[in-house]
T-cell receptor, first 116, second 115 residues
Framework: DTEVTQTPKHLVMGMTNKKSLKCEQH?????MYWYKQKAKKPPELMFV???????INESVPSRFSPECPNSSLLNLHLHALQPEDSALYLC???????????????FGQGTRLTVV | KNQVEQSPQSLIILEGKNCTLQ??????????LRWYKQDTGRGPVSLTI?????NTKSNGRYTATLDADTKQSSLHITASQLSDSASYIC??????????????FGAGTQVVVTP
């Protein structure tokens, strides 16, 4: 199983809503990531979790709140988002704790988020 | 300035033809270079990953080359198929002692294969 599963695939939310994105992998990977990707742009790193602890927060606004309940799950809680937050949100995972190792990074299929 | 530059920005090729995509990077030190294929609205899928000591790596009809001296890589697609239409992203991994060594993404080359 080399899959990273993200749910939902599509999400439309109002600016006052609270929603969560979910990511799951069963490859035993200990590093998990959230990326944000705008149309025709490369993915931008948001958060990195290593061994279920937050290792990197790329100065992401507090309206995005990550959570790693266990080694297989990664959530992204959303609250009071803005229309400019509309994007494809990608989850990824890699073996061990460091992407600098010559190990593969597996991406999920993403959640297409639209904020209205 | 982006440390990973890809060219061309977009490419249209006829089904069955070959094409080559370029990636130049300035990331240093360098750990590995990856090529991903990303369909519109989907997550990137890995095609190849090469360390600085590898010159070429193949995955089916995809062949990546790497020249670590000139900091250039290419991705060659042989006998293109309609399903090859996608964005191809070059990603360079740089080690850092005090952090995670972020993956540096290129902007991608959009390939369209026409019948």
């Amino acid at each position: 199983d080399t899959e990273v599963t993200q749910t939902p695939k599509h999400l439309v939310m109002g600016m006052t809503n609270k929603k969560s994105l979910k990511c799951e992998q069963h490859m035993g990977h200990r590093a998990m990531y959230w990326y944000k990707q705008k149309a025709k742009k490369p993915p931008e790193l948001m958060f990195v979790y290593s061994y279920e602890k937050l290792s990197i927060n790329e100065s992401v606004p507090s309206r995005f709140s990550p959570e790693c309940p266990n080694s297989s799950l990664l959530n992204l809680h959303l609250h009071a988002l803005q229309p400019e937050d509309s994007a494809l949100y990608l989850c990824a995972s890699s073996q061990g704790g460091h992407p600098i190792l010559n190990t593969e990074a597996f991406f999920g299929q993403g959640t297409r988020l639209t904020v209205v | 300035k982006n440390q990973v530059e890809q060219s061309p920005q977009s490419l249209i090729i006829l089904e069955g033809k070959n094409c080559t995509l370029q990636c130049n990077y300035t990331v240093s030190p360098f750990s590995n270079l990856r090529w991903y294929k990303q369909d519109t609205g989907r997550g990137p899928v890995s095609l190849t990953i090469m360390t600085f000591s590898e010159n070429t790596k193949s995955n089916g009809r995809y062949t990546a080359t790497l020249d670590a001296d000139t900091k250039q890589s290419s991705l060659h697609i042989t006998a293109s198929q309609l399903s090859d239409s996608a964005s191809y992203i070059c990603v360079v991994s740089a080690p850092k002692a005090d952090s995670w060594g972020k993956l540096q993404f290129g902007a991608g080359t959009q390939v369209v294969v026409t019948p």
